[in-house]
């Protein structure tokens, strides 16, 4: 089991950035699969960014593919999420989550993640 703890939301004007940071209770290096997902105020929870067990693959949502970057410091078990030119449509609450499920592949449907942190909220005004 591993706890999951966000931070760095905040409230941005459009074309701010941010870096959301996830730090783990434990090592995910190899053993979770880890994911960003985002809700937004009567909509379903949708995939941001996530990155393998093994590491070496990444996946974004195409809303955000070139202006999110994924990156984990394995030394700190933490998982960061790198948002540049942020847009109003990116204002949600953001969520970390791990999944033990696969290997080498980027779990995208929030079913397949067993373990989520409490979100830290995104606010982009325009």
């Known amino acids: 089991q591993v706890q999951l703890v966000e931070s760095g939301g905040g409230l941005v004007q459009a074309g701010a950035s941010l870096r959301l940071s996830c730090a783990a209770s434990?090592?995910?290096?190899?053993?979770?699969?880890m994911g960003w997902f985002r809700q937004a105020p009567g909509k379903e929870r949708e995939f941001v960014a996530g990155?393998?067990?093994?590491?070496?693959?990444?996946n974004y949502a195409d809303s955000v593919r070139g202006r999110f970057t994924l990156s984990r410091d394995n030394a700190k078990n933490t998982l960061y999420l790198q948002m540049n030119s942020l847009k109003p449509e990116d204002t949600a609450a953001y969520y970390c989550?791990?999944?033990?499920?696969?290997?080498?592949?980027?779990?995208?449907?929030?079913?397949?993640?067993?373990?989520w942190g409490q979100g830290t909220q995104v606010t982009v005004s325009s």
């Open positions: 990155i393998s067990r093994s590491g070496d693959s990444t």
């Open positions: 989550a791990a999944s033990s499920r696969g290997y080498y592949n980027v779990n995208s449907s929030p079913g397949t993640y067993a373990y």
């Open positions: 434990a090592s995910t290096s190899s053993t979770y699969s």
